[in-house]
C-alpha cells in the first residue's frame, strides 16, 4: 500500500498514549479518522498467534 507522509505527521501529531481498563492504548488520527492502536490490535492484525511469545511492543 501507499503511504503518505501528510499521514505520518498527522498520526506523529494527534497520537497521546492512554490506559483503558489497565489496557495501554494509542489514539490517533489518520486521515481525520480516530485510530485506537492496543496490544491485541496488534496482535490480530499481526497474526502474532502465540500471545506468550511477545512479552514488550
Excluded: W
Excluded at 1 to 8: A, L
Excluded at 16 to 36: F, G, L, M, Y
Amino acid at each position: 500500500p501507499t503511504i503518505y507522509t501528510s499521514s505520518i505527521e498527522e498520526f506523529r501529531a494527534t497520537a497521546t498514549a492512554k490506559n483503558i481498563n489497565k489496557e495501554a492504548q494509542i489514539h490517533a488520527k489518520v486521515d481525520r479518522k480516530k485510530v485506537i492502536i492496543s496490544e491485541a490490535t496488534i496482535m490480530r492484525d499481526l497474526k502474532f498467534e502465540d500471545e506468550g511469545g511477545v512479552n514488550c511492543l
